[in-house]
């Protein structure tokens, strides 16, 4: 596992270094902002009124080439997020299919117990395992509201976790593998890796939990004529030892952990 681990580093430093990233991550409307839409930016049906939220549609200007501006509505985030949340599930389980990756499955009805861990290709053959798979939700608005409040000072666009999927491994060179897939999709555009499982990681910042966690967008024709193509996404690789952690009671310590630091 050593030997995999430190290429799993090089890999995740590799992939950062290719962001050229300055700052955070930010959500970003999905046209650009011209010198048309700054003059009406306060005029009704401004370049901020005409977001995916509103039209579904990116904007088709292109009188100047000005940056993406961030988006300041909670809603518009949200509204993103939904149209994202098929296309990402749909890219994780290709991932998964490719690299061993497995997913939390759900006890049969009228069952209790713990999730279990099943590989996707297994899973994916059986109709009524897959239908219990744990798909991550979109994050809760409650908590949405939260984070932007303690952590972001107001700011929505920092809220780069709303749409989310996590995938699970036996092994760091599964795990290994797929950040490989990602890297060289090339409808993926990779914001940013936090790669957790370096020793040189601090877990007490995370009461203990790592994970690879990538921030991403899915660029192709249609999230682009959705307007989507700026929307970012977050992914989660961890190892089986640490899923099996974020069962109901795990999440309610980290929940507390997480309070009690104001995050």
Known sequence: ERQWLAKLEGLAANMRAETQMDGYVLQR????????GRRRKHQPGGWWNTSVART???????????THPEVESLDQIYAAAVGMHGLLRDRVCYWALHSNG??????PRGQKGPPEI????????NEEVASRVKWGDLKKDQRAIEKVMRSYKGRVARLVDICRQSIVFCS???LYTCLKMIKKDPEIKVYSVKNRLTPAYEARATAGYRDVNLNLGIVTEDTNHLGLAQHVCEVQLLLAQFATLKNDAGHRRYVAFRNARGL
């Open 56 to 66: 579904g549609s990116a904007v088709s200007e292109s009188v100047a080439d000005f």
């Open 102 to 107: 497995c997913f939390m499955v759900r006890p």
């Open 29 to 36: 409307f999905a046209h650009k902002k011209t010198e048309q």
């Open 172 to 174: 760091v060179e599964d």
């Open 118 to 125: 099943v590989k996707w290709a297994e899973a994916m053959q």
